[in-house]
């Protein structure tokens, strides 16, 4: 039976339709051979020792005998050669063009698979990320960043090494704004947040806590758009990612990796996106917003449906998820 629901937040409308997942499949996704990976590591511009091969390197982590833009690095961020977005005011281009893109090149070997990184390397990735939110706060020209990792073909990566990119713009995007006006509506009427509901019981009696640790609750939204999409959401409900602590950042850190071994246990090897969603930089915590971290496993491509319609077919209900998840999380 096919179920119909919309996201208090997001807004976005999600048809539950478990049947869909039973429909034959005839166009598999095979998995690249020996002699791909062969190539792409030979080619690989973000290895180590291949330093002249990006931009020059606004932030790294590497030791203390070594040089920039040379070896002895274990993360590296640089300008991403091929920007959606200019850090230049050239008169002739469209005034809101202006902004930053960034690539957070996540580890100095040629690896494809975010979750064969050890727990430090997931510390240093999120302190990357920090810092460089923080750093384009700085710039008046811009008023909001958002960071994002692309993993595999479905998930939209154009290279096989484990990164992530930053995109700090001018422009704020309309569904960011309409989460933010929710968010703040929410507030007024009920005096809390509505992102502290996202683990609390509905009073469908549906709730989306997987398991919580010191800072972090781990949900599934009630009206996912993907099978097995996860949420990460700071308890103390702060509102931007930038003001995170070493602490929180450390417990993100191992939250994540554990969250995305356990997805990768449930589903196998898949592609996937996720998404840290930080709010514009004027924002207050009066507005009731949080960030938080989006985990977007895709399983299948969007098709004319969803893109006619902005409406999402998904053939696991969270219930069922969550169920999974707690199972393989010990919680």
């Keep these: 039976m096919s179920v119909i629901r919309t ?21 598999a996704k ?3 051979f020996d002699e791909d990976i062969q190539v792409q590591m030979e080619t690989d511009p973000f290895a180590e020792g291949k330093e002249s091969e990006t931009t020059l390197e606004v932030y790294a982590v590497r030791t203390s005998q070594s040089e920039p833009n040379q070896p002895g690095w274990s993360l590296r961020v640089v300008a991403n050669k091929y920007p959606a977005l200019i850090p230049s005011n050239d008169p002739s281009s ?11 090149v996540e580890c100095p070997q040629f690896e494809t698979q975010v979750t064969r990184l050890g727990l430090s ?26 960071v994002f990792k692309n993993q595999g073909i479905l998930g939209g990566a154009s290279l096989g090494h484990a990164h992530s990119q930053l995109v700090a713009s001018q422009v704020v995007p309309e569904s960011l704004s309409q989460e933010l006006e929710t968010a703040q509506r929410y507030l007024e009427q009920h005096e809390n947040s509505l992102f502290s509901t996202f683990s609390q019981e509905m009073p469908s009696g549906f709730s989306g806590l ?18 097995f999409e996860t949420w ?40 996937f996106n996720y998404v840290i969603q930080t709010p514009p930089f004027d924002t207050t ?6 960030w938080s971290l989006r985990i977007y496993p895709r399983l299948a491509h969007l098709a004319g449906f969803e893109l006619s319609t902005n409406m999402f077919i998904n053939p696991v209900f969270p219930e069922q998820a969550i169920k999974h998840l707690k199972k393989q999380l010990g919680s």
């Design 94 to 104: 469209d005034q809101n063009s202006y902004g930053v893109h960034e690539v957070i």
């Design 232 to 271: 990460i959401v700071p308890r103390t409900l702060r509102t931007h990612f930038d003001d995170s602590t070493d602490q929180e950042l450390d417990d993100l850190a191992q939250t994540s990796r554990r969250l995305l071994l356990a997805l990768e246990e449930i589903l196998g090897s898949h592609d």
């Design 121 to 146: 390397q997931f510390q240093e990735i999120f302190r990357a990320y920090r810092n460089r939110v923080a750093v384009h706060r700085c710039d008046p020209q811009l008023n909001y960043v958002i």
């Design 30 to 32: 095979t998995a690249p």
């Design 7 to 27: 996201d208090p937040l997001t807004g976005f409308t999600t048809i539950f339709a478990p049947e869909r997942a039973k429909r034959p499949i005839a166009i």
């Design 210 to 227: 997987v398991t919580s640790t010191t800072h972090f609750n781990v949900v599934c939204p009630y009206a996912s758009r993907f099978a």
């Design 285 to 290: 915590k009066e507005s009731g917003y949080a």
